[in-house]
Each structure stands twice: as C-alpha cells, then as structure tokens.
C-alpha cells in the first residue's frame, strides 16, 4: 500500500465565472422553489392555479432544477479542477451564456407557449399536445434544451481537453495505472479522477441526448417519421439519469476538497476509491432501465441489468466517499462551521436519498410504487438533501470572512431549519408515497389532501431557510474572489 | 498513411488515380448501384481524397488559404452545407438522373467537403475537433434513424430496403465511430505533465492528423 | 478587417449562400425527395408528354393523343405486382366509382399502363383488369410495346421502375392526371383518391 500525505493547497477565490454559476443557480433555486411550493399548495387545496399552470410549473421546476443543479455542480468541479489543469475561462462562461438563452427559450416554451409536456417527455408527448400546445412550442423547448446541452458539451470537451493535455489519456486521468497495477501513491487527486468520470458519462449522455431531441424535432414537424415509443424513453432516461447523477458527481468534488483543508488530512486515491469511481463511470450509463421497469414491453434483460446495476451502483462512491469523509473527521478535531456541517449533512443526505431509490429499484416493489410520490420523495432528498446542501456548503467556504470567523446565531438556525425541514418535506413525499399517492398529478384526492399541507409548510420553511443561506451568500459574494485561509485549522493539528 | 504519400508528387498521382478510378464506369456504377455505397462508399471517398490533397499541399499555402478564409469556422460551416447537401435523398436521386449533377457531385465533395474540413482540422484545437466529431456522430445517428423510419422511399433510384440496410449502416457506424473516439480518449498520450502548455499551442503541421483530439 | 471580423463575416455569408441553396433546392425546404419535387414542379409547371402507341387489354392499338380533349387519369403497373398495384388498383377503382355516369368516357377516362410489356400481353393485361373493375372501355389496361417509347413516357411521368431481387419491380405509384391539352398537370398520392376523385369532379 501507498502512503498518502497531506499536501496543502492554499485557499483560492472563485473565479468570477464560478461566482456567476452561483449567483444564477441560487437565484433560479429559489424561483424553482417557489414554483415547487406552489405546486404542493394547489395540491394541499390551499390555492387553486388550474391543472394547466400546475403541469407548467412542474414542467419548469423539473427542468430548472436538473439545469441549476448542473450549473451549480459545474462551478464546484470548475474551480477545484483549476487547480490541477488549465481549463479555458472563456468556455466556462460561455457555457454559463448558452445555458441562460437556453433557459429564455424554455421559459418563452412554457409561459408564453404553454408547453406543459415536462422535460421526459412521455410518450405520446411532446408531439402529440391534443392542441394544448402548438408544435412550435414544444420545438422551442427542446431547442433550449439542445442549446444548454451544446453549452455542455462545450465545457466537457475543454475539460477532457485540459485532462489529456496534463495526464495524456483518460486512463490515467481515472488512476487506471495505480488501480489495474502498483499503487505507487501517484494516482490523480480526487477531484481529477471525479471530473475524469463526469466528463466521459456526460458526453456519452449528451450525445445521446442530442440525438433524441433532433429525432423528435423531426417527428414534431413530420410525424410519419415514427419514433418507437420505447426507444425515445429509453434514449431519454439514458440522458437525463446520467446527467443528474453527473451533477452530485461534480459537486461531491466540493466535499473532497473543502474537508481536508479542515482536518490536514489526505483525501486518499487509493484502490478502493479509484475502483469505486471506475466502477460507476460504467454503471451510471447501465442503470437507467430503473426507470423502465414497470414498461413490461421492454427486453427482459435489460430490466434485469437495470434492477442489478441499480442495486450495485448505490454502493460504490457513496460508501467509498462517507467512509472516506468519516475517516477524515473521526478525531481530528475538526471546527465545524457552516461549511463543514453543511457539507457533512451532504453525505447523510446522499446516504438517505439512494435508499428509496434502492428499494425502487426492486422490480417487484417498483411495479406500485414508481407512479407514486415516492419516487419524487427519493429524488429530493438525494438532491436538496445531497447535491444542493454540497452547494451551500461550498457557497458557505467560499464567503467566509476568515478562518476564525465564528457563525451567526441566523446561520446556525437556518442550519438547523433547513435540516429538519428538508427531511419533513422529503417525509412526507415518501410516506404519500407509502400510501400510493399518484404523482405528476395537480388534483388529489380529500384523502391526501392533509399530507399534501405538511409538506407545503415544510416546504415554506425549507424556502426560509435556503434564504438566509443565499442572502448570506451574495452579501458576502464581495469576499469570495479573494485568496485566503478559509478554513479553520483542526485542534488535533493546531495543538 | 503511407509513408510514400508523404512525397507530394507520388501523393497527387495516387489521388488522381484514385479519383479517375471512382469517377469510371464500372466502380462508379457498381458503388452507386446501393444506396449504402452510394452515401457510405463513394461519398466519403469522395470528400477524403479533398482532403488529403489539402494535406499534400505546402504547410504555407495552407495557412495562406486558411487566413483568406477567415479561420477555422466558415470552413466548417461551408463542409456542413455541402455535405448534408449530398445527403439528401433529392440529391442522391438528381445525381443518378443528370450527369450535370454526377459531375457537381464529383467536383464540390473533394473541393467543398474534403478540402475545407482540412484546412479547419489544422486550426480547430481539440475542443473544436471534439465538437465537430460528436455532432458529426449524434447527427449520422439521427440521418440513419431518417432514413429508417421514413414512411416512403425516399429515393426513386434505390428499393426501399436499400433504404433501410443504409439507415441502419448509419447507426451502427455512428456508434462504432463514437466508441472509437471515446477509446481514443483513453489510451496514447505521453502522459508528461511538462507536455501540458505545449497543448495551447496551434497543433504541429503533420500532415496526417485527422481523427479525434488526442494529441502529444 | 481584423482577423475576428472576417470570420463571422464570412461565417455569416457562407450561412446565407448555404441556406438559400437549400432554399433554392428543396423548393422552399418543401420537397426534400426527388418525388415531392416532381409533383411540385410539374403542379407549377404542367408538362407535355411524348407520343406513344399503345396496345390494350382486347389488342387494340391506339395512341395516348387519342384521349386529348378529355381529363385523363393515368397509372403505371406491371401486373404480377402483388403489392403497391393493388393499392392503385384500388384507388383507381374509387376514384371511377366517383366520377359522374355521364362524364365517364366522354369527359374522363382512365388508363393503367404497364411497364413491363414483355410479359404483361393482352391476355393478362385482361385478367389484372377483370380483377380490379376495369371495364376495358371507360378504364382500359394497356401497354407500350416499343421499349424506347415506354422509357421516354416513364421520363416525362417521372417514374423510376427498378427490378428488385425476386423478379419483379419497385417504382414510384402515384395517381397522374393529364389534362385535355394532352399534358401532366397533376401528381396525386396513392393514398388519396378521394381528393382527387373530388378535383377530378371539379374540373368537369
């Protein structure tokens, strides 16, 4: 076995590039979050906005969240990986430009075209609206799309670029020598070896995402070029659940980073940790039949590959990085502060997000309940649990005053708020779930009504909270582009 | 390549052996007889003679045409144009009708596909290369599932199970082409992190670098 | 000029020139098949048709001039065809079942002329008939004997007949309509007789 050292790397400022991914996804996460809340008042019967405007902001919400959880992932993996490759800051932000004229078009879609066919596009949508929405509509939806998929893709290149020119190829960008042969302790960085696997997966998903959305602009204009039904899904969930998976992906980054500075200790790429990331480049792209398993149309096979990988795939990274992030902790000594605790929380929320999907990912139990709010219970405690708190925890490292900056008793609250309310709110999708709740729809029945107004209020104070946390953010975004010791020195290594 | 390719006189003869070779009646007709040797053979051959005579050229007169251009991006706006051109059905079929259109064929893809391509690949960087690949792979996906899925024959000079067996030659060169490219991305290199600026740089004059952005 | 300025300069024109050539080639990004653009291009531009002699289901010998004066709707079939000839076949049908009792004949005739006059003969040009309605007066079946003549007509009709694998043929079927003045004004999808069963009633 290799040894690792902790090596330091000072404390670098956002660039102010990140700091414009930041500033749009937090501003775009509340507005996403407003929407949601609206969305469960109509639901909890407390306001009435009409089937239509529900399926708009579902429609809305969906998209914006994948999209500001990808931005926001980016800027994390974007100003870590600076520190290893040199990346193009020109790309960075033109990703950031075509991103915000892909959301224009997407908003045009939607308030101005009506388009409420939600960004999975289920067949017989989003060509087949029974007038609801003209096929122009629809068009400009998935061209946004397309044009924030260039801008990624865009992104990813300059990334594999930057990745071959300091490692030469992706294997070893990926630690393949130190993982197939001798741990000679010189495997690439953990944020290297992440951003390696984001980069491969995500090209692979978008290209397959472009693909679709061209084949179904084709089919809106001309429907006699039949799509099967089954292949569009397919391509579709293929896309879309490597590109949200890639965004905890990249903003795990954060934790790998931010962590040691607290405790002086290496955040190790050793076997495990690299055959663990290998692994899920692989399993990420074999998992989406999940989604398909109450299709009983699709191949048999890969609905078993599906429930197999799935199981699998939970276990890698996430217990390769808790275990990592408690062996760094466990007595060190480290100061918690909104940063650390934040990112902390991330793991737990990980952790407690993958297991619904686990248990969903069980034929047998996925035939009732995928059409059920639990599986939208899973996905926002995977990624307001998970990916969103790694990213007001590194909004939180990034705007600390200095590294004996001691939190405001609002912060704390908020933290704590926000925890507890997170998990009501994700509660209650899981136990509507449990009790077969149908999901994607506007009306409920008086049954479900109560569970529906517990959830609105945590919701509220979910919204509270992530305001402070923001508010916090951009008063302090002036401090942010500076260099300087952020985090505080752990007691083991201060004494 | 060949290494006697390299010797610019030796390289044009064989081009245009090559080309009078594609352009005589009996490779002509009998690769035109299929639509996949029609789209997938003779076009491509077509647009790839283009550019290796681009690379047989001296390096200065390259660059000399590449700044008239205006840079790497007109020309791959312009190999866009012309080479979906050729991929319409309208096109395939006006080609076999009208030996005016055979003959605009034979002259615009070496000299509006192969040679502008290969003037950009010299500019483009990897990140340009990698763009133009991936697009150039999602889109012959989408162009096979076309010519799948049409609901007519397309083409009036090829049965509509021609049709079909190109759409699928398509898709299954699409992925093959993207695997390749993906591989490529994970083996080679010098892994040297000195090597890292050197990648700023414009890439090397050699004249036989035409796939995929790996480099060192 | 700066370097940045001549490229999206000519960027821009190379976009503009490329996008009115597929303009200018598909007619108006409408016909991207050489077949959507023989129907619009002979509905913008009706086109006369060469002459020719042909011999019907009973032998006898008449030319297609023979018919000016009155519409004329017209097909190409072989008759061993067992696949898109019986959709023709069919709408053909239909489309004579519309046309008024007394325009038939004196304002409006049908014609199936087959491309494969070596094996189609009168007898069996008789039989594909007698199987889809054809009265052999009002809708006759006939053929072009002179193999120079048929291939000038399949020109001007713009139908493209090839021999797929199992002996018979693939070719373009559609629903022509020649007009009184002896030339093709009309290409119809095979799928819709009806419409032009209707634009046949209106030009009576």
Redesign the interface.
């Known amino acids: 076995m290799a040894t690792y050292t902790y090596e330091h790397i000072p404390d670098q400022g956002a660039k102010a590039g990140v700091l414009a991914y930041l500033a749009t996804s937090a501003v775009v996460l509340l507005l996403m979050m407003v929407f949601g809340l609206l969305m469960r008042l109509e639901q909890a019967q407390w306001i009435s906005i009409g089937a239509i405007r529900f399926y708009e902001l579902m429609t809305l919400h969906g998209a914006g969240m994948v999209g500001i959880a990808a931005i926001a992932g980016a800027s994390i993996m974007w100003h870590f990986l600076r520190q290893y490759v040199d990346l193009s800051s020109r790309i960075f932000v033109a990703n950031l430009v075509l991103f915000l004229v892909g959301v224009v078009m997407i908003l045009g879609s939607v308030l101005l075209g009506h388009f409420h066919g939600a960004w999975t596009f289920l067949y017989p949508l989003p060509g087949k609206s029974m007038g609801l929405w003209s096929p122009g509509a629809a068009a400009l939806f998935m061209g946004g799309l397309l044009v924030i998929g260039v801008g990624f893709l865009l992104l990813h290149l300059d990334i594999a670029r930057a990745l071959v020119a300091r490692y030469g190829n992706f294997s070893r960008a990926l630690g393949w020598p130190q993982l197939f042969g001798h741990d000679d302790g010189k495997a690439p960085p953990p944020t290297v070896v992440a951003s390696a696997m984001v980069t491969v997966v995500n090209v692979i998903g978008l290209v397959v995402g472009a693909s679709i959305l061209a084949m179904m602009l084709v089919n809106l204009y001309v429907p006699e070029f039949d799509i099967d039904p089954l292949l569009a899904k397919g391509m579709i969930y293929f896309f879309g659940h490597i590109f949200i998976n890639a965004t905890i992906y990249m903003a795990v980054i954060g934790v790998y980073e931010i962590l040691p500075r607290y405790t002086q200790r290496p955040w190790k790429s050793n076997k495990v940790f690299l055959a663990s990331w290998t692994a899920s480049t692989l399993m990420v792209m074999f998992i989406f039949p999940h989604h398909l398993l109450m299709d009983f149309a699709f191949p048999k096979w890969m609905l078993i590959m599906g429930h197999i990988i799935g199981y699998l795939n939970t276990v890698p990274i996430l217990v390769v990085t808790g275990y990592g992030a408690l062996m760094i902790v466990y007595r060190s000594g480290i100061r918690w502060d909104m940063g650390s605790k934040l990112l902390f929380l991330s793991l737990f929320g990980w952790a407690a997000g993958a297991m619904p999907a686990f248990i969903d990912g069980t034929i047998t139990v996925n035939y009732v309940m995928h059409n059920t709010l639990w599986v939208p219970g899973h996905f926002h405690t995977y990624l307001l649990l998970g990916m969103v708190t790694m990213v007001f925890g590194f909004m939180y490292y990034l705007g600390k005053p200095s590294h004996e900056h001691d939190d405001h008793l609002i912060d704390r609250i908020a933290f704590w708020l926000f925890t507890s309310s997170v998990l009501g709110f994700t509660m209650s999708f899981l136990y509507s779930g449990k009790e077969s709740v149908a999901r994607r729809y506007a009306a409920h029945l008086p049954e479900w009504v109560p569970y529906d107004r517990i959830a609105s209020v945590f919701a509220v104070l979910v919204i509270a909270s992530a305001l402070v946390f923001i508010g916090r953010f951009f008063a302090r975004i002036g401090l942010a582009r500076h260099d300087y010791q952020r985090a505080p020195v752990a007691r083991s290594v201060a004494a | 390549m060949i290494a006697a390719l390299a010797r610019p006189q030796v390289g044009f003869r064989v081009l245009g052996a090559l080309y009078l070779l594609l352009a005589a009646p009996p490779l002509r007709t009998s690769l035109e007889a299929t639509m996949s040797g029609h789209m997938l053979v003779q076009i491509p051959l077509l647009a790839a003679i283009g550019f290796v005579a681009c690379r047989l050229l001296p390096v200065a007169r390259q660059e000399r045409l590449l700044d008239a251009g205006g840079g790497a991006v007109p020309y791959v706006v312009l190999v866009v144009f012309a080479s979906t051109w050729w991929m319409l059905p309208r096109a395939l079929d006006d080609a076999l009708a009208s030996p005016l259109v055979e003959a605009a064929k034979f002259i615009s893809l070496p000299l509006l596909v192969g040679l502008p391509l290969a003037l950009a690949w010299r500019r483009l960087g990897p990140i340009g290369r990698g763009f133009v690949w991936t697009n150039f792979i999602s889109m012959l996906a989408v162009l096979g599932w076309l010519y799948i899925a049409a609901p007519v024959r397309v083409c009036n000079s090829y049965l509509v199970d021609q049709q079909e067996s190109a759409g699928w030659l398509m898709v299954k060169l699409a992925l093959l082409l993207f695997a390749g490219w993906l591989a490529s991305l994970f083996v080679g290199g010098g892994g040297n992190p000195a090597l890292s600026t050197a990648e700023q740089v414009a890439p090397p004059p050699a004249p036989s670098r035409d796939c995929g952005p790996e480099r060192n | 000029m700066s370097?940045a300025a001549?490229?999206?300069?000519?960027?821009v024109?190379?976009?503009v020139?490329?996008?009115g050539?597929?303009w200018w080639?598909?007619d108006g990004f409408s016909?991207?098949?050489?077949?959507?653009?023989r129907r619009a291009d002979i509905l913008r531009a009706p086109r006369p048709l060469p002459a020719a002699v042909l011999e019907d289901q009973d032998g006898r010998v008449f030319r297609l001039d023979d018919y000016r004066g009155r519409l004329l709707a017209v097909e190409f079939i072989y008759t061993r065809c067992t696949t898109i000839c019986r959709s023709l076949g069919m709408a053909f049908k239909q489309i004579r079942d519309r046309v008024p009792p007394d325009a038939l004949g004196r304002d409006v005739a049908l014609l199936s002329i087959s491309f494969d006059p070596e094996r189609d003969d009168p007898a069996s040009l008789k039989i594909y008939g007698g199987s889809h309605g054809a009265d052999g007066e009002h809708w006759r079946i006939a053929r072009v004997r002179d193999a120079a003549q048929l291939q000038a007509l399949l020109d001007a009709f713009?139908v493209?007949v090839?021999p797929?694998r199992f002996g018979g043929f693939?070719h373009?079927a559609a629903i022509h309509l020649v007009g009184r003045d002896g030339r093709l004004v009309e290409i119809s999808d095979l799928e819709a007789p009806l419409q032009f069963a209707e634009k046949l009633a209106e030009a009576l």
């Open positions: 370097d001549r490229s999206v300069v000519l960027t024109l190379v976009t020139l490329g996008t050539a597929f080639g598909t016909a991207f098949t050489a077949e959507t653009a713009g493209v090839i797929d693939e373009n």
